[in-house]
Each structure stands twice: as structure tokens, then as C-alpha cells.
């Protein structure tokens, strides 16, 4: 049996007896509110579908295999734009008037038109020299968010034993301190330098790519025994996919057009713990 996955805030009764319909459901399940999920399914209606959800503002998934959480024992995150509000990168150069021109930079990058992520980041950096180092905390403090969701999903994945790791093409300064409020297990990024408490426009040590994502996923799912089945990794740019392509619950959350396509789910109108709803708990 294969099941769709239907939800959105605006999922109401008279939505649901509609696509029920279309998809010539054999049991409609009620998980939680604005949530459903029809257990059997027309495959046939699939495209249809798709258009109805994509005209409803609905995200939808469809699962060969309804699995427990439980049996899930990865977690793995991008951090700007994913697990939390903004680019990071992008209020840094705010701090140093250069708001627009790294910006620009940073959205190209994660469409993937700019292919060499390394070159981006160090252009983008070197933007930031001279940039007081204080201007870091207060867009910790003061800027950064949580996106929707985000405690529900993590908190909720630690209850059932699962693994959680957080990989950035961001910064360490932002990092280490969301690894410490939420309790993550691990956490990578990239480490800005510090002169006389202003950013030298300079990286430390290796830039973390999508290929580094990559590497530290496949290393902490050898350390496991993970396979791909037991993995969920969400993202929404371009230096995502080398990670998301090595497991099978693969998000693409509020994500450029390039990572939907590639991923197995996206999430455009609902919060990160949206994911939690692709399996039985």
C-alpha cells in the first residue's frame, strides 16, 4: 500500500472531502490538525494530484512504506534559511553596508548558478573586512530565528533516540551556540577570523562545502550502522543535494527550485516539523 501525506495550515474539512475525491482514497486518516494522511491511493490520479496541492497551497508526500520514528537514527540539518530565518552571511555584510552586494551573491550560489560554493564564500567573506565582530552576537540576539517548527521537530526526534546534526557553509559563532540551546550532538561550519575584534575578511582552516556535508554525513552514518532509509536530511540550497542524496527521507524545505526537484519531499507552506508526519508515531 502506498500513502499520501497531505498538509497545510489552511487543510480544512471541505479541502480534505476534495482531495479525498481526486485521489480515490481507500481510508482517510485525520493525524493531527490540518494534517491527513489516505492510506491507498489512486496512482494514476498522482499528477492531478500534485496540480490540486500546488493551486491549495497543500505540500504532499508520497510513502511506499509507512515507518516508525523510532526506527529513524539521523537527523541531519542546514542551518541558514533551513533551521533558522536568514543567511547569516548576509546581515554580517549588513553590519558592513554590504547587504545587496553579498546577497546577490549568496542567492545565486543557492540556485546553483555559481557552481564553485568555496569561491563564493571566500568572495562573500572578503567582503566583510573590517566588520566589528560584535555585529555577530546582535544578529544572534536580535535577528535570528527559529524557523516554524524547529524546537518541535528536534525535540521530538531526541525523544526517540535520534541522532542530530547540524552542517553549515555558515559560521561556527552561530553553530556552537544553537548546538548548545537545542542540544544538538554535532555541529560543523566554517570559522570566521578575529583580529583586534574586527573579521579579517579570511576563513580558518577548510572551507565546509557541500562535499565537507556530504563527508560528515556519511562519516556519522558508518559510526551508526545508518542506512539511507534511516536518515532524514533537510536543506534548501544547492550545496545541500551531495548530502541530501545519501539519504532516502531527503526535505527540501522552503528550497530553491533546483533542490525540489531533486529531493524526495519538500515542505513550501508548513513548519520543519512537517517532517515528523511522513512517518507512524
Given at each position: 500500500?502506498?500513502?499520501?501525506?497531505?498538509?497545510?495550515?489552511?487543510?480544512d474539512?471541505?479541502?480534505?472531502?476534495?482531495?479525498?475525491?481526486i485521489a480515490?482514497?481507500?481510508?482517510?486518516?485525520?493525524?493531527?490538525?490540518?494534517v491527513i494522511?489516505?492510506?491507498?491511493?489512486?496512482?494514476?490520479?498522482?499528477?492531478e494530484?500534485?496540480?490540486?496541492c500546488?493551486?491549495?497551497?497543500?505540500?504532499?508526500?508520497?510513502?511506499?512504506?509507512?515507518r516508525s520514528?523510532?526506527?529513524?537514527?539521523?537527523?541531519a540539518?542546514?542551518?541558514?534559511?533551513?533551521?533558522?530565518?536568514?543567511?547569516?552571511?548576509?546581515?554580517?555584510?549588513?553590519?558592513?553596508?554590504?547587504?545587496?552586494?553579498?546577497?546577490?551573491?549568496?542567492?545565486?550560489?543557492?540556485?546553483?548558478?555559481?557552481?564553485?560554493?568555496?569561491?563564493s564564500?571566500?568572495?562573500?567573506?572578503?567582503?566583510?573586512?573590517?566588520?566589528s565582530?560584535?555585529?555577530?552576537?546582535?544578529i544572534?540576539?536580535?535577528?535570528?530565528r527559529?524557523?516554524?517548527?524547529?524546537?518541535?521537530?528536534?525535540?521530538?526526534?531526541?525523544?526517540?533516540?535520534?541522532?542530530?546534526?547540524?552542517?553549515?557553509?555558515?559560521?561556527?559563532?552561530?553553530?556552537?551556540r544553537?548546538?548548545?540551546?537545542?542540544?544538538?550532538d554535532?555541529?560543523?561550519a566554517?570559522?570566521?577570523?578575529?583580529?583586534?575584534?574586527?573579521?579579517?575578511?579570511?576563513?580558518?582552516?577548510?572551507?565546509?562545502?557541500?562535499?565537507a556535508?556530504?563527508?560528515y554525513?556519511?562519516a556519522?552514518m558508518?559510526?551508526?550502522g545508518?542506512?539511507?532509509?534511516?536518515?532524514?536530511?533537510?536543506g534548501?540550497?544547492?550545496?545541500?543535494?551531495?548530502m541530501?542524496?545519501?539519504?532516502?527521507?531527503?526535505?527540501?524545505?522552503?528550497?530553491?527550485?533546483?533542490?525540489?526537484?531533486?529531493?524526495?519531499?519538500?515542505?513550501?507552506?508548513?513548519?520543519l516539523d512537517?517532517?515528523?508526519?511522513?512517518f507512524d508515531?
Amino acid at each position: 500500500m502506498r500513502y499520501l501525506v497531505l498538509q497545510s495550515p489552511i487543510l480544512d474539512s471541505q479541502l480534505r472531502e476534495q482531495i479525498a475525491a481526486i485521489a480515490e482514497a481507500e481510508q482517510v486518516i485525520q493525524v493531527r490538525n490540518h494534517v491527513i494522511r489516505l492510506n491507498g491511493f489512486n496512482g494514476s490520479q498522482l499528477a492531478e494530484i500534485k496540480q490540486w496541492c500546488t493551486q491549495h497551497k497543500v505540500d504532499w508526500a508520497v510513502l511506499d512504506q509507512l515507518r516508525s520514528l523510532s526506527d529513524i537514527k539521523i537527523l541531519a540539518m542546514d542551518m541558514d534559511s533551513t533551521l533558522i530565518n536568514i543567511e547569516c552571511i548576509d546581515e554580517i555584510a549588513g553590519c558592513a553596508g554590504r547587504k545587496k552586494e553579498v546577497a546577490e551573491i549568496t542567492e545565486a550560489t543557492m540556485r546553483g548558478e555559481i557552481k564553485n560554493f568555496s569561491e563564493s564564500l571566500l568572495k562573500r567573506v572578503a567582503l566583510l573586512e573590517g566588520t566589528s565582530a560584535d555585529c555577530l552576537q546582535t544578529i544572534y540576539s536580535d535577528i535570528l530565528r527559529l524557523n516554524p517548527g524547529a524546537e518541535r521537530l528536534i525535540e521530538t526526534a531526541q525523544k526517540h533516540g535520534i541522532t542530530t546534526l547540524l552542517v553549515s557553509g555558515g559560521f561556527t559563532f552561530f553553530t556552537s551556540r544553537l548546538k548548545e540551546r537545542l542540544k544538538l550532538d554535532y555541529a560543523y561550519a566554517n570559522q570566521l577570523e578575529v583580529l583586534d575584534n574586527k573579521l579579517s575578511g579570511r576563513v580558518l582552516g577548510d572551507i565546509l562545502d557541500g562535499t565537507a556535508k556530504k563527508n560528515y554525513l556519511a562519516a556519522l552514518m558508518e559510526q551508526l550502522g545508518a542506512s539511507p532509509e534511516q536518515c532524514i536530511a533537510i536543506g534548501d540550497g544547492s550545496n545541500d543535494l551531495p548530502m541530501m542524496s545519501q539519504v532516502h527521507y531527503s526535505v527540501a524545505y522552503m528550497a530553491k527550485p533546483k533542490v525540489q526537484e531533486a529531493a524526495h519531499f519538500s515542505i513550501n507552506h508548513s513548519g520543519l516539523d512537517a517532517v515528523l508526519n511522513f512517518f507512524d508515531n
